[in-house]
């Protein structure tokens, strides 16, 4: 056994992921795997849960992958039921399933507020409710993990609900974590920016390829480390924080993001460097 099998634990313990057949989640739950946790996922895209199926019966990984909705209560808790049949205990939740769509907040509507903290919120809520007392009753202590975003911690036009939902996540799970610390029980967040994910070009219309919509030059000056996220930047950070290296870490938040949470509107602008605010030459070209 080498150094990260025996520090980690990882080996044997259960993992179930919201989300987890496409994207990010279907990132995570590879990474997971690949360190022997057994995986739970349930996801609402049925052509994704079917790709992910047929990956874990070719990697020979013991998985439970259900087709349904998250943010539906019963849906969910089949899963959880489901877990506790197969394997008789759970480590791990993380909490993937996310979504939003881009207007100015005065051009939307109460059903189109509902719909997004629904999908951005009240579904982690529902997990960590049924996740705490199966951690508890294991005696084992656990890891929630929640998938949040850097717009928590920024302004970001047209997606003012969102903010808010995600901002909620991350201050609930600082809640929680002290909660449950005296239980062994760990509550943190990953807030990526900029990793294209289908979903995510979808959202932005961008193109794939890996730069943002303004091309290579715009990714260099957008992002201190001069490129885009990866889904393997998001995922490695699940596995730490599932794993027993991040034991004493909790109520906090990882940032997978290059440096623009770090930067917040310092651009690294050619020719001229680091600034907050559009050098002359590029105003005059506007």
Known sequence: MGWFEERGGLGGTVALITGGAGGL????VADLAANGVRT????IDGEAVERLRTACDERGQEAIVHQG???DTDALAALFTAVDQRWGRLDTLVNVVGGTFRAPFTETTPNGWNAIIRTNLLHVLDACSMAVPRMRAGGRGGSIINV???EAHRAAPGYAVYTAAKAAVEQFARTLAVEVAPDGIRVNNIAPDYAPTPNLLKVGGEKAGGETAF???????????GRTGQISDISGCAVFLASGLSSYVTGTTLHPDGGTFASSG???WPGTGWANHAPADVLERL
């Open 215 to 225: 091309g290579p030059a715009g990714t260099r000056i957008a992002i201190p480390m």
């Open 69 to 71: 909705d998250a943010r």
């Open 266 to 268: 310092w651009f690294n």
């Open 148 to 150: 949040t975003t850097i």
């Open 40 to 43: 739970a996922v349930i996801d």
């Open 25 to 28: 989640g279907e990132g995570i």
